[in-house]
Each structure stands twice: as structure tokens, then as C-alpha cells.
């Protein structure tokens, strides 16, 4: 029986790179000479350093700008609040998403439910696996799916014929 999995998974790779090619530019920046200015990242979580709020969004938009030049979307990024860190320095965390989270997983079985396509769809761990008769009835899944989640980056692997 055909099918194929729903999933949300970034490119952590070049997600790394991305964050090593912010740093770089950081020091290599007029504006943050001097400063506390600093980007890391540890496993799933993006840590954003700076003096100000104002530094933080400047950190933040450089990051935006080297994660869409190597083709990873942005919105993998759930960004956190600034928080006050030591001395004059304020914090800013930002989680790179990875599977589905439960309550989308079931909005995407009812979209596919309710659109009376001759196909299945059943949540297994953090992807959504999508199974029907017809490969047309897949595809149309799949474009459904595109039209209707358009606020988070899912793509289809482990098609099966």
C-alpha cells in the first residue's frame, strides 16, 4: 500500500554552520567590537548573547540571513524571550524544532480526515504517516497538507509505491 511520512526536520549541519558563520561575522563587526556580543549553540538550542535588546535582534536577524543562504527555513526557530543575564548582558534562547508536536499531529489527521480523500493518516512518535490506494490520493494529501499547515516546515520522505 502506498505511502509517506510527514515530518518536521531541520538540517542541524547546516544549522551549525550557519550559527559558525554568524560568530564569525560577530567579531569580525564594527558595531560589536568591544562588546559581549557571542553566539553558541548546544545540541537543539541557540544561545544569543549581547549588552542590549536592540544587539540581540541584530544577532538575530545576521542568523535569519546565513540560515536562509544555505537553504534552511526559518521557521525551524522558536525564539525565545530576552532575559537578563549577569551584569549588563541579556540572554536570548532560540530552539531549533524538530518532530511534530502532538496537537499539529492531530490537526493533520483531521484536515486529512475531513477531506474525504481515500487515505489514512496515523501519528507514529513525531511524524505523521499518511497511507492510502492510489498514489494520486497521496499527492493530493500532500498538497492539502501544504496549503493548510503553512506555519511550519513540513516535508514528506519515505514515499512508498
Avoid at 41 to 50: F, Q
Avoid at 54 to 72: A, G, H, P
Avoid at 102 to 118: F, G, N, P, T, V
Amino acid at each position: 500500500m502506498p505511502s509517506f511520512d510527514t515530518v518536521c526536520e531541520a538540517n542541524l549541519v547546516e544549522v551549525k554552520n550557519a550559527v559558525d558563520n554568524t560568530a564569525k561575522e560577530i567579531a569580525t563587526r564594527f558595531d560589536f567590537k568591544g562588546t559581549a556580543a557571542a553566539i553558541s549553540i548546544k545540541e537543539r538550542e541557540i544561545t544569543l548573547i549581547g549588552a542590549a535588546e536592540f544587539q540581540l535582534q541584530q544577532i538575530e536577524e545576521i542568523l535569519r540571513n546565513k540560515l536562509t543562504k544555505r537553504q534552511v527555513d526559518v521557521r525551524f526557530l522558536d525564539i525565545g524571550e530576552p532575559q537578563k543575564a549577569g551584569g549588563d548582558t541579556v540572554r536570548q534562547v532560540v530552539k531549533v524544532r524538530n518532530g511534530i508536536e502532538a496537537e499539529l499531529a492531530k490537526r493533520l489527521q483531521r484536515i486529512i480526515k475531513d477531506s474525504k480523500l481515500k487515505v489514512q493518516a496515523a501519528i507514529q512518535g513525531d511524524s505523521v504517516r499518511v497511507s492510502g490506494a492510489k498514489r494520486d490520493d497521496l499527492q493530493a494529501a500532500m498538497a492539502l497538507i501544504r496549503k493548510d499547515v503553512a506555519d511550519m516546515p513540513l516535508s514528506f520522505n519515505n514515499f512508498r509505491d
